[in-house]
């Protein structure tokens, strides 16, 4: 175990439910019912999973509403149902000098809540269907369009992206990096990272590192062929990637040729004319709206690419430095559901 110290925690059993917000997009929460033990901070929980944007469609609809959305509301309605009844278990609750760190069981996945939001910050799936319908499953992705090397993985977590990659593409060399070592201690505990520090058959593995990202002396010129970076604190990216400095630091440690894919989170929550930058045009520059794409369009300009995660999949903003590459060849790479996904990648460029 780690050499900081832990602090054990419980919530206030005075707070018979609490509302946290969803990691993802803050458009679903989560909300607990918490039975509290005598000993220890195992606490038996259950969730009912909404989504907020339902509730608006729900709202909006009229009297000229369509059968067909009528039978859609119901339909979501009924999942809704199912999902009250499924029970949830905290395993573990601790305290560490980065975060509050939480992890919840199912019967269906595990999850790693983080901070005070209590944001999802990893989730692994159990049984044969691995994938997670996020962001996570983007960033398998990126290995079919780098060169041969290491990729690294800033903002480790749980390691979802490293579960994801390591069983696409088992012969990657990975460097996960995160700050919090309780936390890496908890989720070599509970989440399996420890057996992704074994090498594969084909010689694929994850290297830990525990530390700052930003440290100038990880600064190592030509080092990784991609790297992820997933970076958020307090439900928001951390500043630093808002800064066009942070970029091009991030930048002189690819190779040549090499890529960075980003989790940018959402629209900030600015006016339409901050920053200089007026309201989108179309929907093919509301990405002006997010701070760090901003700053990655002028770190590489005329070199970066983005997407948009769909409504019911979190609606984050993702990023993509290099030159947009031939979709057609990129969504051959790749199986599954990754084949149409990648195609929906677009060259970051405002409408005239």
């Known amino acids: 175990m780690a050499s900081l110290a832990v602090t054990e925690f419980v919530i ?31 606490l038996l929980l259950k ?13 909006a609809t009229t009297s000229s509403s369509s059968s067909d959305q009528y039978d859609q509301r ?20 601790v305290r560490s000098k980065y975060n509050d760190i939480v992890i919840v ?18 989730i692994i799936n159990k049984g044969i269907h691995k994938w997670t319908g996020s962001y996570w499953d ?3 992705s990126l290995p079919a369009i780098v060169p041969n090397g290491p990729i690294a993985i800033y903002g480790l977590g749980g ?8 069983d696409l593409w088992p012969s990657l060399k990975l460097e996960g990096w995160e700050i919090d070592e309780i936390l890496i201690d908890k989720v070599r505990d509970y989440f399996g990272l420890s057996d992704l520090e074994k090498p594969t058959e084909t010689g694929g593995v994850l290297q830990v590192h525990i530390g700052d990202v930003f440290s100038p002396s990880e ?13 958020f604190s307090e439900g928001k ?6 800064e066009v400095a942070t970029w091009l630091k991030l930048k002189d440690r690819l190779m040549p040729n090499g890529r960075i894919m980003v989790n940018c989170g959402g629209i900030d929550g600015v006016s339409d004319m901050t920053y200089g930058t007026a309201r989108p045009k179309s929907m093919n520059d509301v990405w002006m709206h997010n701070s760090a794409i901003r700053a990655l369009s002028e770190a590489f300009p005329g070199k970066v690419s983005w997407k948009r995660m769909p409504e019911r999949n979190g609606e984050n903003f993702l990023a993509l430095t290099g030159l947009l590459p031939d979709l057609s060849s990129w969504s051959a790479a790749v199986p599954g559901h990754l084949s149409e996904t990648v195609k929906k990648w677009k060259l970051c460029a405002p409408s005239q």
Do not use: W
């Open 12 to 42: 206030n059993p005075a707070s018979a439910s609490r509302l946290i917000s969803n990691p993802i997009t803050n458009n679903t929460f989560f909300f607990f019912c918490f039975c509290f033990p005598k000993r220890g901070a195992s």
């Open 105 to 122: 069981d199912t019967p269906k996945s595990r999850m790693l809540l983080l901070d005070s939001t209590y944001n999802v910050h990893s």
């Open 138 to 140: 983007e960033f398998v």
């Open 237 to 242: 990216v951390l500043p630093q990637l808002e």
């Open 47 to 59: 969730s009912h999973l909404h989504s907020a944007s339902r509730f608006r469609k729900a709202n």
């Open 219 to 231: 600064d190592a010129s030509g080092r990784y062929a991609g790297i992820v970076v997933d970076l």
């Open 74 to 93: 119901q339909q979501e309605e009924e999942e809704e149902e199912e999902d009250d009844d499924e029970n949830f278990q905290v395993v573990t609750a």
């Open 159 to 166: 390691g979802t992206a490293a579960y994801l990659m390591l």
